[in-house]
Nanobody, 120 residues
Framework: VQLQASGGGLAQAGGFLRLSCAAS????????MGWYRQAPGKQRELVAT???????NYADSVKGRFTISRDNAKNTVNLQMNSLKPEDTAVYYC???????????????WGQGTQVTVSA
């Protein structure tokens, strides 16, 4: 199973960016997909996740600014980031909890990380 993230880059405060992530490989099912981020010197933290049924969960710091969306048929998840702040600067990682077979367990997989930098 591979997760390929794209998007990110440099934005000014108040601007917007969009992240996308596609899962591929031996996928039987995906439960939760989402995004985490890690700023320099800090631990990785949850940004937003969504279930296969579309229920979303957001970190308090991004509520009202970020929107997560998912296409179950394509195994993709997107993160629309609006009203960006310098404190959003981090490496963003895509995550998916994937089952590879009808009898397999569900395991977390990570994308390669994409840099988001927000200038003041």
């Amino acid at each position: 199973v591979q997760l390929q993230a794209s998007g990110g880059g440099l934005a000014q405060a108040g601007g917007f960016l969009r992240l996308s992530c596609a899962a591929s490989g031996s996928i039987f099912s995906i439960s939760t997909m989402g995004w985490y981020r890690q700023a320099p010197g800090k631990q990785r933290e949850l940004v937003a996740t969504t279930t296969s049924g579309g229920s979303a969960n957001y970190a308090d710091s991004v509520k009202g600014r970020f929107t997560i969306s998912r296409d179950n048929a394509k195994n993709t998840v997107n993160l629309q980031m609006n009203s960006l702040k310098p404190e959003d600067t981090a490496v963003y990682y895509c995550n998916a909890k994937v089952g590879t077979g009808i009898l397999s367990g569900v395991y977390p997989y990570w994308g390669q990380g994409t840099q988001v930098t927000v200038s003041a």
